[in-house]
């Protein structure tokens, strides 16, 4: 009941913008393959600081 009071951590933070990236580069691999790309890339630029953070 008092979860909704809870503040994220920074990585969750981080991992919910992992998997919008991922989902967003998902949707534009079919339409525009070089923002695909891009997405990607940021994506693991993320997961880096997820690595970091563990």
Known sequence: MFGIFKKKTEKEKLQ???ES???EAHKLSTS???LSDQKVFEA???AKQI???D
């Open 16 to 18: 919910a913008q992992y």
């Open 51 to 53: 690595d970091q953070l």
């Open 44 to 46: 693991e630029e993320i």
């Open 32 to 34: 525009n393959r070089k």
């Open 21 to 23: 990236l991922l989902k």
